[in-house]
């Protein structure tokens, strides 16, 4: 039982290269999210699944893309990635919504130059 | 506009209670509060989540009073490995949104 995994742990891209994140949980949760990790700024939720085919916005969407592959996928995509995008990133599920507890993956340390 | 306040940094000894408190405005009444612990180089672990009153588990108390507008999470003893930053998260629920405010997060140092 991984819990919750993501890839890659570290990237660095050049302005206008676009990626993705990719995350994956095998605890049968129905929820997941995307967050991103600044200093000073804790953490924000970029985009979110209640459920399996569903998405929604979070605090920071704009810039980013997501697709809920499955129950268990969640991937995050940089189009066109900008220096302030440069982050950590946190991907997370829980069982469902209303309050439950969130499991975090190790992160994606992202460098954009 | 829901908020979370809670301070920046705390200083404390090995045994002692340590206390954090998260002032969360505009919190509605059907929202959890919820507090994570989390370390250098990792993702945030859950430790505590309460909706009234007062929670206990293994590692830490949560207090709401009745009012809501804040919390108190309380670390009995603690030791060393407790330094990390807390977090407190107020989950709002509004129609089809849903809101999860994160507070700055607490730095606590542990000193021997």
């Known amino acids: 039982n991984a819990g919750v995994t993501q890839t890659p742990k570290f990237q660095v891209l050049k302005t206008g290269q676009s990626m993705t994140l990719q995350c994956a949980q095998d605890?049968?949760?129905?929820?997941m999210y995307w967050y991103r990790q600044d200093p000073g700024m804790g953490l924000r939720l970029i985009y979110y699944?209640?459920?399996?085919?569903?998405?929604d916005k979070g605090e920071v969407p704009n810039g980013y893309n997501v697709s809920r592959l499955n129950k268990r996928e969640f991937s995050l995509r940089l189009e066109s990635a900008a220096p302030s995008q440069t982050s950590v990133y946190f991907c997370?599920?829980?069982?469902?919504?209303?309050?439950?507890?969130?499991?975090f993956g190790p992160g994606t340390r992202l460098t954009v130059l | 506009l829901a908020k979370t306040t809670q301070p920046i940094s705390m200083d404390s000894y090995e045994g002692q209670e340590v206390n954090i408190t998260c002032s969360h405005n505009?919190?509605?009444?059907?929202?959890?509060i919820t507090w994570y612990q989390q370390f250098p180089s990792q993702g945030p672990r859950f430790i505590i989540q309460?909706?009234?009153?007062?929670v206990t588990n293994e590692v830490a108390s949560l207090f709401i009073p009745a009012d809501r507008k804040s919390s108190t999470l309380s670390l009995p003893r603690v030791s060393l490995s407790d330094t990390a930053v807390y977090y407190c998260?107020?989950?709002?629920?509004?129609?089809?949104?849903?809101?999860?405010?994160w507070g700055l997060g607490t730095s606590l140092a542990v000193n021997p």
């Open positions: 699944s209640a459920s399996e085919g569903t998405t």
């Open positions: 605890m049968n949760h129905n929820s």
């Open positions: 309460g909706y009234k009153t007062k």
């Open positions: 505009n919190i509605a009444t059907n929202d959890y």
């Open positions: 998260l107020g989950d709002l629920r509004a129609g089809n949104n849903r809101k999860l405010i």
């Open positions: 997370a599920s829980s069982v469902g919504e209303g309050g439950n507890e969130q499991f």
